[in-house]
C-alpha cells in the first residue's frame, strides 16, 4: 500500500536534506515488530541498485521517548517514508525501487 503525502512538516536538524526533511529515506520501525528486519534489507538492497549507501536510511524507533523525524500517523510497521512517499508494510520490492528511483530523480541524494 502507498500513501502519498503532500507536505510534511519535520523539525530534526539531524541529516536535513535540502527539502528539509531529516533524512531522505526513514524506516519507523519498533522493538514489537516483526517484519522490519525484512523491510530494512530490502530498502538495503533497493539502495544499493542505485550505488547509495546505507547512511542515507535513517531509523526511527516509534517508542523512543526522543522526537525524530515527527512521526506519521502510520497505519502498521513496519513504515518507510521515501521522499514524500509513505510505505506501510512490508513493501514490494519494485514499489520500493520506483519510491526510490524518484528520490533519485528528484535529486534527494545529491547533497
Known amino acids: 500500500m502507498t500513501i502519498r503525502i503532500e507536505s510534511?512538516?519535520?523539525s530534526v536538524p539531524?541529516?536535513?536534506?535540502?527539502?528539509?526533511?531529516?533524512?531522505?529515506?526513514?524506516l519507523y520501525t519498533s522493538?514489537?515488530?516483526?517484519?522490519?528486519?525484512?523491510?530494512?534489507?530490502i530498502l538495503y538492497s533497493v539502495i544499493s541498485d542505485f550505488g547509495l549507501s546505507q547512511?542515507?536510511?535513517?531509523?526511527v524507533d516509534i517508542t523512543s521517548e526522543e522526537e525524530a523525524c515527527?512521526?506519521?500517523?502510520?497505519?502498521?510497521?513496519?513504515?518507510?517514508?521515501?521522499?514524500?512517499?509513505?510505505?506501510?508494510?512490508?513493501?514490494?520490492l519494485?514499489?520500493?525501487?520506483?519510491?526510490v528511483m524518484h528520490a533519485v530523480l528528484k535529486g534527494c541524494f545529491s547533497n
Open 14 to 26: 539531524i541529516k536535513e536534506c535540502a527539502c528539509g526533511q531529516c533524512s531522505c529515506i526513514i
Open 94 to 99: 519494485d514499489v520500493a525501487r520506483g519510491a
Open 8 to 10: 510534511a512538516s519535520l
Open 55 to 59: 547512511d542515507v536510511v535513517s531509523i
Open 70 to 92: 515527527n512521526i506519521p500517523p502510520t497505519a502498521s510497521l513496519p513504515a518507510m517514508k521515501i521522499c514524500q512517499e509513505l510505505l506501510t508494510g512490508l513493501p514490494d
Open 31 to 41: 522493538p514489537k515488530c516483526i517484519l522490519c528486519n525484512a523491510a530494512l534489507e
